[in-house]
Structure formats: C-alpha cells, structure tokens
C-alpha cells in the first residue's frame, strides 16, 4: 500500500491524501462485489413486460490495482491540488510498473446520510450480516471472508428494495462527483459493479 500526502510545507499541514493499493485482494483472497445486470420478463397473455436489476456476489481474485484515499481538506478544494494528488498516482504506477497489476480499479465512496448511514448497506448488507455499516467496514480491513459465508449467492432483485436504497445503488457521493469526473476523463468507466460496503 502507498500513501501520497500534500503538505504545506510553511504550515506543516496536511493538505490532502491518495493511495494505492498494489493489488487488491488475490488467489484464495478475492475482493467482493455485486454485478449488477437487467432481467427482461414478457408475458404474452398480457401483453406487457418488465425489466429488473438484480445483484449477484462476485468473487474477483485477479488481484487488480486499486487507487483510492483522495481526500482533500475543504479549504484546499477548486485549487487543482486534488487533480495533481490523483494524478500522482497514476505517475508512481509508471514509474515503478512491476508492483502494480494491468487492470486499476477505483471504489468511490457511497451516498452517506446525515447521520452516516449507508442506504445499500441498511436495506440490503445489514439483511444477511448483523453488523453496522461502519462495524461490517471496519471487519472487512481484516477479513472478508463473512462476506461470501453469509451474503447470498443467488440473484437478488433489486425493486425489491425501496427506493431510498435502490436510488443509492451505482451513484457516488456528491463530494466524490469530482474525483469519478476526473478518472472518466483518463479512461475509466463504471462496470456494473458496486461494493457490498460502499
């Protein structure tokens, strides 16, 4: 794991920070998420249809690149810093490519509430594992295997959810809105995929 950090050097305050995580889980180690796809039902007695999302757990061992850690201090925002801390990273990955994989990810952080709850997590996460968001967050620092042990393997239906939690599911944050910007404009695009976590 490497962590870039932007101080002020007159002050000795720290600006902001970004890190890089080598590789992202691996081999008998995978890094989780939900693949999300359309399901399309026709009847045609009624002559009418739906369409629904649903999420499937996913188990990816390839052991990717993640980038993530860009936080900025609010007084250091609109200045171009975030840019050059994010940008920084992607000039290490050049500088040193060995130590990374070919694939990079970015997990960008969830619409949190007032109180820091995360809809996803308290309508769907919180169903099958009876943790908080921040308790089930914190675990998964050291170990993730309770995620594939008591989260369902089968596809779940998201309309099943109600729409403060479906409305949630692949939007960031609105103070993360910048930093998704900026990596779609070097070539990043959302997947489909959405962290059980964030």
């Not at 026709?42 to 369409?51: A, D, H, V």
């Not at 675990?139 to 995620?147: A, L, N, V």
């Not at 008591?150 to 939690?165: G, Q, R, V």
Request: hydrophobic share 40%; with cysteine.
């Amino acid at each position: 794991q490497f962590m870039f950090i932007l101080e002020d050097t007159e002050t000795g305050v720290c600006l902001g920070t970004s890190q890089i995580m080598a590789h992202m889980g691996g081999p008998g180690n995978p890094n989780f998420s939900f693949k999300l796809t359309r399901r399309e039902f026709f009847s045609k007695s009624l002559q009418t249809g739906t369409s629904h999302i649903v999420a499937k757990l996913y188990a990816d061992e390839s052991g990717p690149t993640e980038i993530g850690g860009l936080i900025l201090q609010p007084a250091s925002r609109g200045h171009r810093l975030g840019r050059f801390l994010s940008l920084i990273r992607f000039h290490f990955i050049g500088l040193h490519r060995a130590l990374f994989a070919d694939r990079v990810i970015a997990e960008m952080m969830a619409p949190i509430t007032l109180d820091g709850q995360n809809m996803l997590w308290e309508y769907l996460g919180r169903r099958f594992i009876p943790l908080s968001y921040t308790e089930a967050d914190k675990h998964c620092q050291r170990s993730r295997e309770f995620i594939s042990a008591l989260l369902p393997p089968e596809d779940i239906y998201l309309s099943l959810l109600p729409p403060e939690a479906r409305d949630v599911v692949g939007r960031v944050h609105e103070e993360t809105v910048p930093a998704r910007k900026r990596l779609e404009k070097l070539g990043f695009r959302y997947k489909d995929a959405v962290d059980p976590f964030d």
